[in-house]
Structures are given as C-alpha cells and as structure tokens.
C-alpha cells in the first residue's frame, strides 16, 4: 500500500531554529531516504522550491494565462513529499514521525488511490 | 514458436527447482540465486544454438554449482573468514546431477523454496517479492513495474529479505510436520495476494498487472501438481480459476467495474469454469474442508448460473454461513448479509450488517458502506442508500471503484426527481 507523506512547512517555526537545527533537518532528510532505500520502502521523493517561485496557469475559455505566484496564499506551503510503499497505515505513520520537519511543521499522510477494484 | 521462445519456456519451471536444489545443498540463498541466474543465462544463449541437453535440469545444477563454486572460493580467498563457507562445498565430482532427474527430488526443491520465500520472518511484501523473483523467476524489473515501486526498491526488498530469510536460521529444508501446515497456509496466502494484486487491477490499462494473475494461477497450479490430495490447495486453484473466467466480462471498454450480476455472462471463461468446478467439485468430495475450499464452491455456484436472475442464492447463503463459521472475519459477514438478503430480504442482510456496528476498522471501510447501500437501495430507501454509497465513494482507494459508487449515488438521485 502507497502513502503520500506531505512535508506542509511552517516557515514561521523554520526561521526561528539555529543554524544547527536547520542542518539537523537537512541530515536528517539525508538519513531518513536512506532508511527508506535500506528498508525497501521507498516509492518516490521531491523536494519543492519556495512557492514565490510557483506559477499559476488558468485556462479560461480556450485562453491560457499565466500568473506570478501560488494558487492559495497561506502561511503555510507544501516543501515536498514522500511516497512510501509499506504494508500497514501505522507503519506510514511511523515513518511520518520520523521525518525530521515533523517536529516543527505537520506531515500529511495520505493513501495513493490505486488504479484497480474489486468486482462487487 | 522459435528455438529461443521454446528454451524459455522450458527454463521457467526448472529455475526454482535448480534454485531449490541449490539452496538445499550449500545453504547460501542469494549466492546460489545469482549463480542459478548464470547458469540460466547460459542455457539461453548454448542451448538453442548447441541443442538442448538430455537432461536439463542436470546440466543447470551443474553449471549453477560450479559457478557457486568458484563464487564462493572467490568470496573464501578474499575474506580469510569464509573458510567455513568454503569448507561446505563439496569438489567438483561430487556435484553431478542426482540420478532420476524429473523424480521426487525436482519436486521437493520447488516446495522447499516456496516454504523458505514465505518464511514467517517476513513481511507480506517480502514473500510476495520473493516468491515472484525465486519461484516465479520474474527480474527485479518485471516485480517492480507490477508493484509500480522504482526498481531499486524492489531489488532492496528482495535482497533484504534473504539475507532475513539467512539470518533466521537457515531452515533450507522443508519445516518440520507441525509448522508445516502452517507454512502451507502462508504459501496459499501469498499466491492469493499475487493474484488478487493482479485482478483487481484494471484490464487493459496495465497488462504488466494482469500478469500477476496468471503467474499465481502458473505458480498454484505447480503446488497443486506437488500437492494434488491438498484440498485447500485445490481449492485456491479452483478459486483463482473461477474468479479468472470473468475477467473478460468485469470491465467495460472505457475501464469502468461492472457488477457481478450485470456482467455478459457469455463472455466468461468456459474452460475455466470447466476445470474450476472440477476441480472444487472432487476436492469437496475428498479432503477436509477448508475456507479456500467454501469460496471456490462459491464462485462455482456462481459460475454455473446462466443468467444472474437464476443464481442459487439460498445454497450460496448456506456456504457463507459454514465459511462464517469456520474462518470468522468481517469481509466474509458481508458477503453473507448480500446472499441472505437475496434468500430472506434486504432487512434480514441489513439485520446482519449491524452486528457490524461499532468495529472502528470496518466503519473505516468503503465495502461495508457499498454492501450497506446496495441493500438499502433494495429495500427501497433511496435517500439512505444515497448516503451510504456516497461515503462508500469517499472510502475507496480505487478510482474505478469510486467511479462505480458515484454512478450509483447518481442514479438514485435522478429518482428523486
């Protein structure tokens, strides 16, 4: 079964860590991929740039436009995700803890719907 | 059919028979697994040219050892410590294929391997991996792309669990009598979520998938043939046999589930009911009773009706009521509550359905809500039944699933109208 683990980033509590902190983060993203490539686990990762970097594209009546900047303005913006591939949802909960944002921002986990169903 | 296309054909089954030879002889999983791997290389690219040998599995056990050999004195004189390992292999002239090659002894390896890759130190995920890349003889590649998991993923898994397999102890005979019927039920339980993984994916959209379904029915029918007075080994054959004859039926061509009782009956496998019935039926007649067993008789029942309105819903009711009583579990009571409400009444099923009441994982899960809906609508209560299928729809991890429920929601909110 596929998680989504999405890291949501409160740069509010980010910008207050020292500097060890932050590379306490980086090294800890570092280790958790590892762990995640050693347990067999490990479906997918990305990292994303700030969203004042984000572009948004509406198309409208045939016409495409393009505007500067993200969707939805809030304090808080999704910094990446993961997709684990393990056996149980409390597993996927467990690896949620164990990346290292989620001691200071909130880690999503969601089930990745699957192409397939049973007959009913 | 080229030379090539039939020299595959032929090393497929013999590969876990070699592995399992192997594996019995010297012990060292993943070792002999890569020289297992040489060893078939080889006969891919001599054989069609050079002519297949009278013995095949004799000349691959001798090759594989051999490179298992040198392997593992390559290993020995690099690292002073493999001494022990290098002490076990026994010389060269010791390694000639046992005689009676297609006898008893091709068939335990199979069996022993199946037992090892579906060793109770591992996870779900791991036996299935195992068994598809040591039994099924699938590459990493093929397991990986069925699974959608990036391929070093897979690899990882696969390497880690025999080195788990390893540390365990090393059982690489068959487990002794009382664990072995144990073994036997995780075995069926493994081949089971192989198939399923590959039914329940959609047709058409991902072939790789549907690949998954013939090769446990390939790797099923293997264990029934070493195992042919097993009855619920029969029985998981017959099943998968069954539930596969409606594959052609269960999809329209734009993807979407179509329903049991909707489903163009003709279209199903006639050779495959054939031989699932059959297969079910003298098992039935033999063997203990078993919960593989009662859903195969099940799905024969169903099998055997020409036309939905026609099924024997008050034997299928029965059936369910015996496989509630042997194997008790929560999916099964809402099978149950679907035939009872064919026999005695959509109240009588949602009557059972409430026993249900109160289980936080069931609450959680989509096909309780969809049975729930389903029998509401037959009841009559179109609002109700609204309400379930939409949370049903919500609940589904499976977008054709999610698409089926929302048409039917749909459906009952144009009769209000």
């Known amino acids: ?120 | 059919v080229t030379t090539g296309t039939r020299v595959e054909h032929l090393l497929r089954p013999l590969a876990p028979q070699v592995l399992g030879a192997l594996v019995r002889r010297y012990g060292h999983f993943g070792a002999c697994e890569d020289a297992v791997q040489e060893a078939l290389l080889a006969a891919a690219v001599q054989w069609p040219d050079e002519g297949v040998p009278e013995s095949p599995r004799g000349w691959l056990i001798t090759v594989a050892s051999r490179r298992l050999t040198d392997e593992l004195r390559r290993e020995g004189a690099r690292r002073r410590r493999e001494d022990a390992a290098a002490a076990q292999v026994p010389a060269d002239e010791q390694l000639a294929p046992p005689p009676g090659d297609g006898a008893a002894g091709d068939r335990d390896d199979t069996l022993v391997l199946l037992f090892l890759c579906c060793h109770p130190e591992l996870t779900a995920a791991s036996r299935i991996a195992l068994t598809l890349r040591a039994v099924g003889g699938l590459t990493t590649e093929e397991i990986a792309r069925a699974f959608l998991v990036p391929e070093a993923t897979m690899a990882q898994r696969i390497s880690r669990a025999k080195a788990r397999v390893k540390a365990a102890g090393g059982a690489f005979d068959a487990p002794p009598e009382p664990e072995r019927a144990e073994r036997l039920q995780a075995v069926l339980h493994v081949l089971y979520l192989i198939f399923n993984e590959g039914y329940t994916a959609s047709s058409g959209a991902d072939l790789q998938r549907a690949e998954l379904t013939s090769e446990a029915l390939r790797l099923t029918r293997t264990l029934h043939g070493l195992l042919p007075d097993d009855g619920e080994v029969a029985g998981l054959l017959a099943l998968m046999l069954l539930t596969d004859a409606r594959r052609p039926a269960r999809s329209a061509p734009d993807g979407r589930l179509i329903p049991l009782g909707e489903q163009d009956r003709s279209l199903w496998n006639a050779a495959s009911i054939e031989e699932g019935s059959a297969l079910i039926g003298s098992a039935l007649e033999r063997s203990v009773l078993g919960p593989y067993q009662l859903q195969a008789a099940i799905a024969a029942v169903h099998a055997e009706s020409p036309r939905a309105e026609e099924t024997d819903w008050p034997q299928i009711a029965g059936l369910y009521e015996l496989l509630a009583r042997i194997a008790p579990n929560p999916m099964v009571t809402l099978n149950q509550a679907v035939a009872l409400a064919m026999v005695a009444g959509p109240r009588a099923g949602l009557g059972l359905l409430s026993s249900l009441d109160g289980d936080e994982r069931m609450d959680r899960h989509h096909r309780l809500h969809a049975v729930r809906a389903h029998l509401l609508e037959m009841a009559g209560d179109a609002a109700e039944a609204r309400a379930s299928y939409r949370t049903a729809a919500r609940l589904t991890l499976s977008l054709p699933e999610q698409r089926y429920l929302e048409a039917r929601a749909a459906r009952l909110a144009g009769a209000d109208h």
Not at chain 1, 75 to 90: I, M, N, Q, S
Not at chain 1, 104 to 114: L, N, T
Request: glycine share 6%.
């Open chain 1, 1 to 120: 079964m596929k998680y989504l683990l999405t890291i949501h980033m409160n740069p509010a509590a980010f910008d207050v860590l020292s500097e060890d902190d932050r590379n306490a983060v980086m090294a800890g993203h570092e280790a958790f991929i590892a762990e995640l490539r050693e347990s067999g686990e490990m479906a997918g990762t990305i990292a994303l740039a700030e969203p004042s970097n984000s572009k948004t594209v509406r198309v409208r009546e045939g016409a495409q436009t393009v505007t500067d900047g993200p969707y939805i303005e809030a304090k808080e913006w999704l910094a990446g995700f993961y997709v684990v591939d393990c056996d149980t949802p409390e597993r996927a909960a467990e690896l949620a803890a164990r990346i290292p944002d989620a001691k200071f921002s909130a880690i999503e986990v969601r089930p990745v719907m699957f192409d397939g169903g049973m007959e009913m």
